[in-house]
């Protein structure tokens, strides 16, 4: 199987793969206003949850583009909860805008100004509703259980065990292999650790749920916010192609690493800078 590693913008690097070139899109965005991973470019530092819901919506506009007609969308979000705009921003380490965020308390406005401050923002379904705006068909809410959640400081509301998974589909009727999955929207599966300098790492088990149902043996998995590779890595252990798509060249490095490192003696991973993308997916997308 080929893996292929392409260093970028998302919204640069998709526009330059053709139409219909993959068979499914297994991804989780960076959460709005969660991490600052120090790169230009980055989305989850918006100002405000609109604005990082239109930028996530220009990056799976040009994704719908380039799944199959048959394709299939998995994706994975997580929420946030309205604070003051003090503490966002790219250009500030997570230590500062902590800092700054409790000095700005009532002279800066709360990143959601409609809603109240601490309340839950819902940003998994409001990026959901606006992508079904798009024209995506929003098949199913699947409910991702963590048994071994996060421990929280937090001692006014219950500690945050779940999160989203979206099917999405270009097409009332697209592949799917039901029996993959036992019918049922809500997955069990733990947190795993990653030994690596990446925070926010998707368990294999549920990569490994969304391959299996949604992209037949031999066709490709597109990831464009590929972060530590699991994506890919958990494509090359089913027999799965893989394109994944990193703005960080420290993490397209560290995916390398831990997809060579999974199967040594079989994987084989390309890394491709932006100018020379088009003629690799073309061969990795037959």
């Known amino acids: 199987m080929g893996i292929r590693l392409l260093g970028g913008d998302c919204r640069s690097v998709l526009a330059t793969l053709p139409a219909e070139s993959v068979h499914c899109v297994v991804t989780s965005p960076p959460y709005f206003g969660l991490r600052d991973y120090g790169v230009a470019g980055q989305i989850g530092v918006e100002s405000t949850p609109p604005e990082y819901i239109a930028a996530l919506v220009d990056v799976f506009r040009e994704v719908r583009r380039i799944l199959r007609s048959d394709g299939t969308l998995w994706l994975n979000i997580g929420d946030s909860y309205n604070a003051y705009n003090g503490n966002r921003g790219a250009s500030r380490s997570l230590s500062a805008r902590a800092d700054a965020a409790r000095d700005l308390i009532g002279r800066r406005g709360l990143v959601a100004p409609a809603l109240k401050q601490k309340d839950l923002i819902g940003v998994p379904w409001m990026l959901a509703f606006a992508l079904r705006d798009e024209g995506w068909y929003l098949r199913s809410d699947i409910v991702w259980s963590k048994p071994n959640p996060m421990p929280e400081s937090v001692t006014d509301r219950p500690t945050k065990a779940h999160e989203y998974l979206f099917l999405l589909t270009k097409r009332t009727r697209y592949y799917y292999d039901a029996h993959k999955l036992g019918k049922r929207s809500v997955w069990e599966v733990a947190t795993e650790p990653c030994h690596d300098s990446h925070f926010a790492t998707y368990p294999t088990a549920l990569v490994e749920r969304c391959i299996t149902a949604g992209c037949p043996v031999g066709?490709?998995?597109?990831?464009?916010?590929?972060?530590?590779?699991?994506?890919?890595?958990?494509a090359d252990r089913l027999g799965r192609n893989a394109v994944l798509i990193e703005l960080n060249p420290a993490y397209v490095d560290l995916a390398g690493r831990r997809i060579v490192g999974d199967a040594p003696l079989f994987a084989a991973v390309e890394k491709t800078q932006p100018n020379s993308i088009e003629n690799v997916l073309h061969s990795a997308s037959k």
Do not use: H, R, S
């Open 219 to 234: 066709g490709t998995v597109l990831d464009p916010f590929a972060g530590a590779g699991t994506t890919g890595l958990v």
